[in-house]
Every structure is written in C-alpha cells, then in structure tokens.
Nanobody, 131 residues
Framework: QVQLVESGGGSVQAGGSLRLSCAAF????????MGWFRQAPGKAREAFAT???????SYADSVKGRFTISKDNAKNTLYLQMDSLKPEDTAMYYC?????????????????????????WGQGTQVTVSS
C-alpha cells in the first residue's frame, strides 16, 4: 500500500516562495510516476506537475517557469519548489503516485488530471498566497 505524506504548506505573500515535500512509503520509484495536483474551494482539480522514473518532468502552463518538481529516490521524497507565487495559486496541494512502468511525465500529467480515481495521493497541505 502506497502512503504519501505532504508537508511544507503555509501562508506567503504574492511573489514569495514555498517548498513542499512529500514522503512516500510502500512504492518502487521505477514503476511509478509522481506528481502534484491542487484543488481550491469550488474549483476543479488541477494536475500541474509530474516527474517520471527517469527524471523527466512535465508542467501545466499555469505553473511553467515558476514551479519545479524534483525527487530524491534514495529518500523516497518528492519536492515542489514554488516561486513567484500568485494569489490564484491558493489551494490545497496534494502529491500523487501514478502506477505505470514506462509511463512518461506527459502521460502521467494527463492521467493525474483526468483520472482522479487512479493512483494514490496524500492528505494534502494548504498553500495560501495573499496579495
């Protein structure tokens, strides 16, 4: 059973930065893609960053150039560096593990966005950006 635990959320002013972490248990990094999605109250879920087993990444346009996804396989930890934060980034942020040996980061981004019933995710961490 895959378990994911997010941390690092908080409140920040627009233009600031935050770094989220996600500790993963019970998975093999070679057979999973990892990613982040977010959901704000009253809004649809948005998958915005993924990384595949080879370290290739894919981003949604809404965060491209501002957010960076990375992972440390030795520590089974996924990271999300968020810079130039905007008020519209305010949401609950979740990390996810998407099973699929050979899946690319681009494929994982689509799966994470359109298949909310697929894979594993944590409890989430709140990010609030004030103007």
């Amino acid at each position: 059973q895959v378990q994911l635990v997010e941390s690092g959320g908080g409140s920040v002013q627009a233009g600031g930065s935050l770094r989220l972490s996600c500790a993963a248990f019970g998975y093999t990094h070679r057979t999973y893609c990892m990613g982040w999605f977010r959901q704000a109250p009253g809004k649809a879920r948005e998958a915005f960053a993924t990384i595949d087993s080879g370290g290739s990444t894919s981003y949604a346009d809404s965060v491209k150039g501002r957010f960076t996804i990375s992972k440390d396989n030795a520590k089974n930890t996924l990271y999300l560096q968020m810079d130039s934060l905007k008020p519209e980034d305010t949401a609950m942020y979740y990390c996810a593990a998407i099973p699929g040996e050979g899946m690319t980061a681009i494929q994982a981004l689509g799966t994470l966005h359109y298949r909310p019933d697929f894979g594993y995710w944590g409890q989430g961490t709140q990010v609030t950006v004030s103007s």
